[in-house]
């Protein structure tokens, strides 16, 4: 409202969860109501309109929007992004463990995004290295300040973890010498996170 009353400026180009923009740079839109219904929500055994909005889908410029909208809305019924609720049914069931940097960016960017469990441990994270408050986390996140203190201890412990795993099995070889062949090699029980620098870099330029 603000930017259509009393600023000039241009509104951002971030989107929400209920933002429906993308809809007018997809194929579909300005289809007659009940083509749509018939091309996008077809009946199960009509594999002719499922063939056909399989075809708009893979030509359509906001497929991933649309296949992203679906799945953050819970939608279960029609094609949606080129898949039926058929072949959307495996991503719905694993949405809560979706780990997906872009959308983890986004969130830093000032977009109102449906968070997963590891995106927001990976948010918690990075506000604990950054030495952020939980105010602030809360802030972010849009959610209360004793689950924002929760978030914050539990990523101090994963840091703290990590990092003693690091050291751990860090056989101490500098970095311009080979490693003993004969010593007996070392397994970690975690994998190292070898992306973490990379992400922290990522992050607080978005920040």
Same mark, same amino acid.
């Given at each position: 409202?603000?930017?259509?009353?009393?600023?000039?400026?241009?509104?951002?180009?971030?989107?929400?969860?209920?933002?429906?923009?993308?809809?007018?740079?997809?194929?579909?839109?300005?289809?007659?109501?009940?083509?749509?219904?018939?091309?996008?929500?077809?009946?199960?055994?009509?594999? /002719? %309109? $499922? &063939?056909?909005?399989?075809?708009?889908? +893979?030509?359509?410029?906001? *497929?991933?929007?649309?296949?992203?909208?679906?799945?953050?809305?819970?939608?279960?019924?029609?094609?949606?992004?080129?898949?039926?609720?058929?072949?959307?049914?495996?991503?719905?069931?694993?949405?809560?463990?979706?780990?997906?940097?872009?959308?983890?960016?986004?969130?830093?960017?000032?977009?109102?995004?449906?968070?997963?469990?590891?995106?927001? /441990? %990976? $948010? &918690?994270?990075?506000?604990?290295?950054? +030495?952020?408050?939980?105010? *602030?986390?809360?802030?972010?996140?849009?959610?209360?300040?004793?689950?924002?203190?929760?978030?914050?201890?539990?990523?101090?412990?994963?840091?703290?973890?990590?990092?003693?795993?690091?050291?751990?099995?860090?056989?101490?070889?500098?970095?311009?010498?080979?490693?003993?062949?004969?010593?007996?090699?070392?397994?970690?029980?975690?994998?190292?996170?070898?992306?973490?620098?990379?992400?922290?870099?990522?992050? +607080?330029?978005?920040?």
């Amino acid at each position: 409202m603000r930017h259509i009353t009393t600023n000039d400026t241009p509104p951002t180009a971030l989107r929400g969860i209920a933002d429906h923009s993308w809809h007018k740079r997809g194929l579909c839109h300005g289809m007659p109501s009940e083509d749509a219904d018939e091309l996008f929500f077809p009946k199960p055994r009509d594999h /002719e %309109a $499922i &063939a056909e909005a399989k075809s708009i889908c +893979g030509r359509c410029p906001v *497929r991933r929007d649309c296949f992203n909208y679906a799945l953050d809305n819970a939608i279960k019924d029609g094609v949606w992004g080129g898949l039926t609720e058929a072949g959307r049914l495996p991503w719905h069931s694993k949405i809560n463990k979706r780990l997906d940097y872009n959308r983890v960016r986004a969130v830093f960017q000032g977009r109102d995004v449906h968070l997963s469990e590891p995106e927001r /441990e %990976a $948010i &918690a994270r990075h506000a604990y290295v950054r +030495g952020w408050d939980a105010e *602030r986390l809360a802030y972010t996140l849009q959610v209360g300040i004793e689950h924002a203190r929760d978030l914050m201890r539990d990523a101090g412990h994963a840091v703290a973890d990590r990092d003693r795993y690091w050291d751990l099995y860090d056989d101490g070889t500098p970095e311009n010498e080979s490693p003993d062949e004969d010593a007996e090699p070392t397994s970690a029980p975690v994998s190292r996170q070898v992306h973490t620098r990379a992400l922290l870099t990522a992050l +607080g330029k978005a920040a």
